[in-house]
């Protein structure tokens, strides 16, 4: 039941954002075991001359960037599941996006389950009425 925030740096390519999608809802099943029909993605793009790392724009380092916002139930993944996660998904974004800047971000967020949810029901409730 992830909920994903991706911002990638330059203009919208349908066949770019579909292997985005596809790539991240991937890996987020097989590294991470979620189920695909909960897994919820929304992707923006923000010009390079509008995306800032080291106070200079990617239009004048010539690189691309991502950072991706994952919310998870708390104690769900290990530590080790994360950091592949994040791992493969930085390679991932390194072959869609070619010429990946180094600080490109994936965020791994643990949220308790009594305070994350989705249709109206927690998490917690939802582990307590299986």
């Not at 916002?69 to 592949?84: F, L």
Request: glycine share 8%.
């Amino acid at each position: 039941m992830p909920h994903i925030v991706i911002h990638v740096s330059g203009h919208s390519d349908p066949a770019i954002n579909r292997r985005i999608v596809d790539s991240v809802a991937g890996l987020t099943q097989s590294v991470l075991g979620k189920k695909l029909p909960v897994i919820a993605i929304t992707l923006q793009h923000i010009p390079q001359d509008l995306w800032f790392i080291g106070g200079r724009p990617l239009s004048e380092v010539g690189k691309n960037a991502f950072h991706l916002d994952i919310s998870v139930t708390d104690e769900t993944n290990t530590k080790a599941e994360k950091a592949r996660y994040i791992e493969e998904v930085y390679a991932s974004f390194g072959k869609i996006l070619g010429e990946l800047h180094e600080c490109s971000y994936v965020h791994v967020i643990d949220a308790r389950a009594a305070a994350y949810g989705y249709g109206g029901k927690t998490q917690e409730y939802r582990h307590q009425h299986v």
